[in-house]
């Protein structure tokens, strides 16, 4: 190598090194990451934080704080919104049914000052169980009221019935029904003898991945891929979903608390699965002196943890909420043994996440894997964050 060439060669290697050095690794842009979901609202306020579908939610719900609501009111308002849009598959009207074509419900609420929780599982044509679990803490001396009798005590209180089950709903529940089994009676998309209206025939290719729909999908496909609520994994052009909101609240640091879960559950679940959203101490907790923490992802999981009141327990013992609920995510997965649970790195194979806000202001949200956000409104505004992540 000619003489003059090497600075110029040395300085490449140099700079090189530097930016070895300096570049972060992929532990360090975890960490980094996490870090900056350890933050805490400067200004002061209420802070209303819900899944990565509760935007309007915790706008919603931080605007009633803010002229005075009780913090359980303001969030069983913000989450309505989501329950009352057909879109979002995951909540309330257009949610995904059971294995029967049914859309049932799961919701519980708990009022921190007073201490008070109220839950129903398993409801049916009524679009926003939150609203009756608060009334089951707020009318009765019972924690949780399921199946036909939660339906009478939300007709007893006026709340309308009506189908929750969206064309686009159906259209999967189909899809799902039909993939059963080739040799029943109803027949597979690529068994069909007449064309799908407004779909080319060669469409739906099974997902190589199994994590997302096919090419040539329907806009309804790419639709529930987006959305931002959902735990979804794709077999066969088929969706199978969890997705839920979860939304809490602090009126002010030091002020009180409230917490929400409200979802449709497992897609294509057994009639009468109730999830860890009606939980007390798994898909929600809220104690007014710690902080308020829920969950979504797969219910079975956070239920066998007690997963919303772990991270309300590591977060009294100190803990950041983001802390908290990688705590709980560990948890879970050193609990979870079952093969047909785990991937190749003996890692839980399914998502759940966790999302807290402590009485301090504080707040942050822990998932096991995935580009998710969560949904936060302080006197900085509303806005998505980042959720950290235990694994990649
Ligand atoms: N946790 C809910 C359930 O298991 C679903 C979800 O949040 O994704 O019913």
């Not at 090194?17 to 960490?31: G, K, M, R, V």
């Not at 309308?160 to 999967?172: G, I, M, P, S, V």
């Not at 997705?243 to 009126?251: D, E, F, Q, V, Y």
Request: glycine share 10%.
């Amino acid at each position: 190598m000619p003489e003059a060439t090497q600075p110029t060669r040395r300085a490449f290697l140099a700079a090189s090194a530097l930016a070895a050095i300096s570049a972060p690794t992929f532990a360090q842009q975890q960490l980094q990451q996490r870090q900056r979901s350890r933050r805490r609202d400067p200004g002061g306020g209420p802070v209303v934080i819900a899944s990565g579908n509760g935007l309007r939610a915790v706008t919603l719900a931080y605007q009633r704080l803010m002229s005075g609501a009780d913090p359980l009111d303001a969030i069983v308002d913000g989450v309505a919104i989501i329950e009352n849009d057909p879109d979002d598959m995951s909540v309330g009207l257009g949610g995904l049914p059971n294995e029967d074509g049914v859309v049932e419900l799961d919701s519980c609420v708990m009022h921190g000052p007073a201490h008070r929780s109220g839950a129903v599982g398993a409801l049916r044509n009524i679009r926003n169980p939150a609203a009756v679990a608060r009334e089951v803490a707020r009318r009765t001396d019972h924690c949780m009221i399921v199946g036909e009798g939660a339906l009478r005590f939300a007709r007893s209180l006026g709340f309308q019935e009506e189908n929750l089950l969206t064309d686009k709903a159906r259209e999967y529940w189909l899809r799902w029904k039909a993939s059963l089994s080739r040799e029943d009676d109803w027949l597979n998309e690529d068994q069909f003898d007449l064309p799908t209206p407004n779909k080319p025939r060669s469409a739906a290719p099974p997902s190589p991945s199994g994590r997302g729909p096919g090419r040539g999908v329907s806009d309804v496909d790419r639709e529930v891929a987006s959305n931002p609520a959902g735990h979804i994994i794709w077999r066969d052009n088929i969706p199978y979903t969890t997705g839920t909101i979860h939304c809490s609240a602090l009126t002010a640091p030091g002020g009180d608390l409230a917490g929400c879960t409200t979802t449709s559950g497992l897609s294509w679940k057994l009639p009468g699965r109730v999830g860890d959203s009606p939980i007390i101490g798994a898909g929600n907790y809220t104690d007014n002196d710690t902080g308020s923490a829920g969950a979504t992802g797969r219910g079975e999981a956070v239920i066998q943890i007690s997963g919303a009141r772990t991270v309300v327990m590591r977060m009294e013992q100190g803990d950041h909420p983001t802390d908290a609920c990688i705590y709980a995510l560990e948890l879970i997965a050193r609990k979870t043994s079952a093969p047909r649970l785990l991937d190749g790195q003996g890692r839980p194979n399914f998502n759940v996440c966790f999302y807290a806000v402590s009485k301090d202001g504080q707040f942050g949200a822990a998932c096991f894997r995935g580009e998710r956000d969560f949904a936060v409104a302080t006197s900085a505004g509303a806005r998505l964050e980042r959720c950290a992540t235990l694994y990649d």
